[in-house]
């Protein structure tokens, strides 16, 4: 009897849901913009992956691939980019994408007719762009940055649209339909796609949900079919009852000491720490074994440029630590104070283990609990602190990756200065050669270990529960929900 | 009404007071609306463009007086994160918050009174020290713990009801009621447990009055004594401890919107806080003001009901 009830609940269940064809995504946050040219933040690009497509798009192994642009190529120099457009694309308002769509969208990033652009980057690298026909475009580069295909992937918007903010209009396989801030944000299905295969679902609801707590609820009750970003102590919580998948992300988890701030500033000292740290015991209590060690500011997911066998580099020692500490002139060790953002618990755990493990050869660490928006302020952009845990999302390009630490970028944090460093970076964007440019930043990264500007812990697995019957799923090494492969059965 | 315009004068000058020390504080804290808005990954251009729109970079004269004049045109002003009217957003979320607080408070009355009576008339008795010992339980239990529980119980064991799917009333009245019902019960249990409590003493101390001792001699019996003239003296304290409790009621539906992912007022202010959001948490200030004014006015009416020897100009 008991049986036959559950089947009738499982069968109703399957039913409902294949009548709806809809997936409740739970998200962590709001959008910052709408408007694809003024999105910053990672949340947004998360969910609106779906509804803007660039001329290339990134695909699940960490390329680009043509979206909107049917064909590309790329001068021998590496100055010159010439697209050819996809006949037949459609925006969501059902009109077709032309030249001018085009011409307007990478304008409005690289700024015209004395108005500043929305992309530093356009603003930096692009002097030209025009149309050949109407069917191709060609941008060419100021300064040569052969890393620059990936930032085609920036949104195609139509000119005629008014409002790119309050109804924003892209070329994705889903079309907006609305966003209630702090509640939920709703894509539909594109019926034009240019890809008649996709997507495979009616609706998507991303769900805004910022307790942890409360987003895992939401999912037992059945109330949300994706939950993606938990961490290993959440995934053993649902247990293998549920559909979990779990994938390395591109991201880098580190521990930044301020290089401007005493005694951070001595080699001796960021060495020791590093001696001083156990990632692998770190990773084993944090994410319950669910990470990748790292050795410099790259995870191995980006297999081109990743730099194998530094992640011992700094072998875990208390003796050596000790000694270090010693010739450094701190021979008992010294205080220091460790900020976290209160909101990312996983940083929280981390700091409380890596403690600990300073205390073992006399460094005592408080751990300083902050706002997210202080962390931001504070930390990140004044850049008053000592030490702090964080863990950068991925991108696409090594180049992004690795600018982190050239001494004149703006979001340097760490307070890194190389000159040796600044030049390899240089040079290895003027690299067509992929082999040359990849070598180029492997030595960048044996520069970060060697030099120990951060105590570079893991890549945390990324770690995605789907509801029973929902399939399809792409993980990407990007910050993104990829909705048009997924459907129930 | 000399007696109101005075009172409502204070209130006045209580909240300009609150947004003052709100504006300051702002000021004082670490942290800025658009880098929490923007993330880790902004660019430059893209900062430098959201500051200089939401006047981020102006001296502080000028946002003190842009500040000021908006004040008083009665203009809350754009939210810095949503870029969205601030009534907007929270005339928006007022209907979950409210539905919330009026749901908690009809459980509060229709189960807390009448359990205090039947308290104070048992006494020492077991009914009436089971009713105490529970509701010493419920005043312990935090309730965004017992929401926790009772998702759990309700949502997820017996999913008679979905944690986190708020419906609207328009769309689905029913829907609405059963979203709301958990997080009401929740907001509910410790104030019921503390009504139970006053409304005995408040009996018992009615009790010890002559007034009882003459209706029981006169052979009236405990229950009709007990309804038609202790509880109408009992009440008045009572009234004011549920003044009280309405206000305190805001205050758990921060929290337990928090639980329950509803769409309320209580969760808009907690992000408003968060991402630094000055327009946003001053609209909220006023309206939590207001309400409160709104509860006050309501409680010195019921006073005015239930003892007519109350008068309002006693009170001023």
Same mark, same amino acid.
């Given at each position: 009897?008991?049986?036959?009830?559950?089947?009738?609940?499982?069968?109703?269940?399957?039913?409902?849901?294949?009548?709806?064809?809809?997936?409740?995504?739970?998200?962590?946050?709001?959008?910052?913009?709408?408007?694809?040219?003024?999105?910053?933040?990672?949340?947004?690009?998360?969910?609106?992956?779906?509804?803007?497509?660039?001329?290339?798009?990134?695909?699940?192994?960490?390329?680009?691939?043509?979206?909107?642009?049917?064909?590309?190529?790329?001068?021998?120099?590496?100055?010159?980019?010439?697209?050819?457009?996809?006949?037949?694309?459609?925006?969501?308002?059902?009109?077709?994408?032309?030249?001018?769509?085009?011409?307007?969208?990478?304008?409005?990033?690289?700024?015209?007719?004395?108005?500043?652009?929305?992309?530093?980057?356009?603003?930096?690298?692009?002097?030209?762009?025009?149309?050949?026909?109407?069917?191709?475009?060609?941008?060419?580069?100021?300064?040569?940055?052969?890393?620059?295909?990936?930032?085609?992937?920036?949104?195609?918007?139509?000119?005629?649209?008014?409002?790119?903010?309050?109804?924003?209009?892209?070329?994705?396989?889903?079309?907006?339909?609305?966003?209630?801030?702090?509640?939920?944000?709703?894509?539909?299905?594109?019926?034009?796609?240019?890809?008649?295969?996709?997507?495979?679902?009616?609706?998507?609801?991303?769900?805004?949900?910022?307790?942890?707590?409360?987003?895992?609820?939401?999912?037992?009750?059945?109330?949300?079919?994706?939950?993606?970003?938990?961490?290993?102590?959440?995934?053993?919580?649902?247990?293998?009852?549920?559909?979990?998948?779990?994938?390395?992300?591109?991201?880098?988890?580190?521990?930044?000491?301020?290089?401007?701030?005493?005694?951070?500033?001595?080699?001796?000292?960021?060495?020791?720490?590093?001696?001083?740290?156990?990632?692998?015991?770190?990773?084993?209590?944090?994410?319950?074994?669910?990470?990748?060690?790292?050795?410099?500011?790259?995870?191995?997911?980006?297999?081109?440029?990743?730099?194998?066998?530094?992640?011992?580099?700094?072998?875990?020692?208390?003796?050596?630590?000790?000694?270090?500490?010693?010739?450094?002139?701190?021979?008992?060790?010294?205080?220091?104070?460790?900020?976290?953002?209160?909101?990312?618990?996983?940083?929280?755990?981390?700091?409380?283990?890596?403690? $600990?493990?300073?205390?073992?050869? /006399?460094?005592?660490? !408080?751990?300083?609990? @902050? =706002?997210?928006?202080?962390? &931001?302020? #504070?930390?990140?952009?004044?850049?008053?602190?000592?030490?702090?845990?964080?863990?950068?999302?991925?991108?696409?390009?090594?180049?992004?990756?690795?600018?982190?630490?050239?001494?004149?970028?703006?979001?340097?944090?760490?307070?890194?200065?190389?000159? $040796?460093?600044?030049?390899?970076? /240089?040079?290895?964007? !003027?690299?067509?050669? @992929? =082999?040359?440019?990849?070598? &180029?930043? #492997?030595?960048?990264?044996?520069?970060?270990?060697?030099?120990?500007?951060?105590?570079?812990?893991?890549?945390?697995?990324?770690?995605?529960?789907?509801?029973?019957?929902?399939?399809?799923?792409?993980?990407?090494?990007?910050?993104?929900?990829?909705?048009?492969?997924?459907?129930?059965? | 009404?000399?007696?109101?315009?005075?009172?409502?004068?204070?209130?006045?000058?209580?909240?300009?007071?609150?947004?003052?020390?709100?504006?300051?504080?702002?000021?004082?804290?670490?942290?800025?609306?658009?880098?929490?808005?923007?993330?880790?990954?902004?660019?430059?251009?893209?900062?430098?463009?959201?500051?200089?729109?939401?006047?981020?970079?102006?001296?502080?004269?000028?946002?003190?007086?842009?500040?000021?004049?908006?004040?008083?045109?009665?203009?809350?002003?754009?939210?810095?994160?949503?870029?969205?009217?601030?009534?907007?957003?929270?005339?928006?979320?007022?209907?979950?918050?409210?539905?919330?607080?009026?749901?908690?408070?009809?459980?509060?009355?229709?189960?807390?009174?009448?359990?205090?009576?039947?308290?104070?008339?048992?006494?020492?008795?077991?009914?009436?020290?089971?009713?105490?010992?529970?509701?010493?339980?419920?005043?312990?239990?935090?309730?965004?713990?017992?929401?926790?529980?009772?998702?759990?119980?309700?949502?997820?064991?017996?999913?008679?009801?979905?944690?986190?799917?708020?419906?609207?009333?328009?769309?689905?009245?029913?829907?609405?009621?059963?979203?709301?019902?958990?997080?009401?019960?929740?907001?509910?249990?410790?104030?019921?447990?503390?009504?139970?409590?006053?409304?005995?003493?408040?009996?018992?101390?009615?009790?010890?009055?002559?007034?009882?001792?003459?209706?029981?001699?006169?052979?009236?019996?405990?229950?009709?004594?007990?309804?038609?003239?202790?509880?109408?003296?009992?009440?008045?304290?009572?009234?004011?401890?549920?003044?009280?409790?309405?206000?305190?009621?805001?205050?758990?539906?921060?929290?337990?919107?928090?639980?329950?992912?509803?769409?309320?007022?209580?969760?808009?202010?907690?992000?408003?806080?968060?991402?630094?959001?000055?327009?946003?948490?001053?609209?909220?200030?006023?309206?939590?003001?207001?309400?409160?004014?709104?509860?006050?006015?309501?409680?010195?009416?019921?006073?005015?009901?239930?003892?007519?020897?109350?008068?309002?100009?006693?009170?001023?």
């Amino acid at each position: 009897m008991r049986r036959i009830v559950l089947i009738l609940i499982l069968l109703l269940f399957a039913v409902t849901t294949l009548l709806s064809q809809r997936i409740v995504v739970a998200v962590m946050q709001d959008p910052d913009f709408l408007d694809p040219h003024r999105a910053a933040a990672s949340g947004t690009y998360e969910m609106m992956f779906n509804v803007f497509e660039g001329l290339l798009k990134p695909d699940p192994n960490g390329t680009v691939i043509p979206a909107i642009a049917e064909s590309y190529s790329v001068s021998e120099d590496g100055m010159l980019y010439t697209f050819t457009l996809r006949s037949g694309v459609k925006f969501h308002d059902g009109s077709v994408v032309t030249v001018d769509d085009v011409l307007y969208s990478l304008n409005r990033l690289k700024g015209s007719n004395g108005e500043r652009g929305l992309s530093s980057d356009f603003e930096k690298f692009v002097s030209k762009i025009e149309a050949v026909d109407d069917k191709t475009v060609k941008v060419e580069l100021s300064t040569l940055n052969t890393d620059f295909l990936e930032k085609f992937i920036v949104a195609i918007i139509p000119e005629s649209n008014e409002n790119h903010e309050k109804n924003p209009v892209g070329t994705g396989p889903f079309r907006f339909v609305e966003y209630r801030p702090g509640q939920r944000l709703v894509i539909e299905r594109f019926e034009e796609y240019w890809n008649p295969e996709l997507p495979k679902v009616e609706e998507v609801e991303f769900r805004i949900i910022p307790d942890n707590q409360a987003a895992i609820m939401s999912f037992l009750a059945g109330e949300v079919q994706i939950l993606p970003r938990l961490d290993a102590i959440q995934a053993m919580v649902l247990g293998d009852r549920y559909n979990l998948l779990t994938a390395e992300q591109n991201m880098v988890q580190l521990m930044a000491m301020n290089h401007a701030v005493e005694p951070f500033d001595d080699i001796r000292i960021r060495r020791a720490i590093n001696h001083a740290v156990d990632k692998e015991e770190v990773i084993e209590i944090v994410a319950d074994g669910y990470g990748t060690k790292l050795g410099s500011n790259m995870s191995p997911i980006m297999s081109t440029y990743y730099r194998e066998g530094l992640e011992d580099y700094y072998e875990p020692s208390a003796e050596k630590a000790k000694a270090l500490l010693s010739e450094a002139g701190y021979p008992d060790g010294f205080d220091t104070k460790i900020t976290v953002p209160s909101n990312y618990q996983f940083h929280i755990d981390t700091a409380q283990v890596i403690a $600990e493990q300073l205390k073992r050869v /006399g460094i005592r660490a !408080e751990i300083e609990l @902050v =706002e997210w928006s202080v962390w &931001l302020d #504070r930390v990140y952009t004044a850049r008053e602190y000592e030490m702090t845990i964080i863990g950068l999302t991925g991108k696409l390009s090594a180049y992004e990756i690795l600018r982190r630490y050239v001494s004149d970028y703006p979001r340097n944090f760490f307070n890194y200065s190389d000159v $040796e460093y600044d030049r390899i970076i /240089g040079l290895a964007i !003027e690299k067509t050669a @992929v =082999e040359e440019k990849a070598s &180029l930043f #492997r030595k960048a990264q044996e520069i970060l270990t060697e030099d120990a500007a951060a105590v570079y812990i893991m890549d945390p697995n990324f770690i995605v529960a789907l509801a029973p019957n929902l399939h399809g799923y792409t993980i990407y090494p990007l910050y993104v929900q990829d909705m048009s492969t997924l459907y129930y059965r | 009404m000399f007696v109101y315009l005075k009172k409502l004068f204070a209130m006045f000058l209580t909240v300009l007071l609150v947004l003052l020390i709100t504006f300051v504080t702002f000021e004082i804290i670490p942290g800025n609306p658009a880098l929490s808005r923007l993330g880790v990954d902004a660019q430059e251009s893209q900062y430098e463009a959201l500051a200089a729109e939401l006047g981020l970079n102006d001296p502080l004269e000028i946002r003190l007086s842009r500040w000021l004049k908006g004040l008083f045109t009665g203009d809350l002003g754009i939210s810095m994160r949503y870029s969205v009217p601030v009534s907007e957003l929270i005339l928006d979320r007022l209907p979950v918050t409210i539905s919330l607080a009026v749901m908690a408070l009809v459980l509060i009355v229709l189960i807390g009174i009448p359990l205090g009576i039947v308290s104070a008339k048992y006494g020492e008795r077991l009914p009436g020290i089971l009713i105490t010992l529970i509701s010493q339980i419920g005043m312990a239990i935090p309730s965004f713990w017992s929401g926790i529980i009772l998702i759990y119980i309700f949502g997820i064991v017996l999913r008679w009801v979905s944690p986190g799917g708020f419906v609207p009333w328009s769309q689905d009245a029913y829907g609405a009621f059963k979203s709301l019902i958990l997080p009401a019960v929740a907001i509910a249990l410790p104030s019921i447990a503390s009504i139970i409590r006053y409304t005995r003493n408040s009996i018992m101390d009615q009790m010890k009055n002559d007034y009882v001792q003459l209706a029981l001699s006169k052979g009236l019996n405990l229950n009709s004594v007990l309804l038609r003239h202790v509880l109408k003296n009992a009440l008045i304290p009572i009234i004011t401890v549920l003044g009280m409790i309405a206000a305190n009621i805001l205050g758990g539906s921060i929290v337990i919107e928090q639980v329950f992912t509803l769409p309320g007022v209580g969760r808009l202010l907690i992000n408003a806080i968060t991402t630094r959001d000055l327009p946003l948490v001053q609209g909220m200030v006023l309206y939590i003001a207001f309400i409160i004014v709104v509860i006050n006015f309501f409680i010195d009416i019921i006073y005015t009901v239930i003892d007519p020897r109350i008068r309002l100009v006693q009170r001023g």
